[in-house]
């Protein structure tokens, strides 16, 4: 029985020592980033960007909605496939899927 007591104690100082204090030292860990109401809710157009992180690919139509991930969806006219272009760019904070039912195009944010 004393030799659990021994093993537990090890351990618990091997996990506390593990941390750094602010003496230059970093601890490891996540850190939660908040933003305020009505950045997480503002939806904006903006005219087209560069696509850098894509996502989820939405055809409706002539259309192709293309998300780019956590920032929004990328507008594309496909009606000439050979040379799609990219029209607008709709910002959603925190974007990750989306859906079209009956013109209507659903999108969440987290």
């Keep these: 029985m004393k030799n659990h ?9 091997l996990v506390l020592s593990c941390n750094k204090d602010e003496e230059g030292r970093v601890e ?3 850190r ?4 305020d109401k009505s950045t997480a809710l503002a939806v904006s157009s903006e005219s087209a960007q560069a696509i850098e992180n894509p996502g989820k690919i939405y055809i409706y139509g002539n259309m ?3 998300n780019e991930r956590y920032k ?10 050979k040379s799609p272009s990219v029209v607008s760019f ?3 904070y925190g974007n990750r899927d989306m859906a079209v ?3 209507v ?3 969440d944010n987290i």
Excluded: E, M, T
Aim: net charge positive; no cysteine; proline share 5%.
């Design 72 to 81: 929004g969806i990328h507008v594309i006219d496909n009606s000439n496939p």
């Design 64 to 66: 192709i909605l293309l």
């Design 28 to 30: 490891q860990g996540y």
């Design 32 to 35: 939660p980033v908040y933003i």
């Design 5 to 13: 007591w021994l093993f537990f104690l090890l351990i618990s100082l």
């Design 90 to 92: 709709i910002r959603i």
């Design 105 to 107: 195009l659903y999108a």
């Design 101 to 103: 039912k009956a013109n």
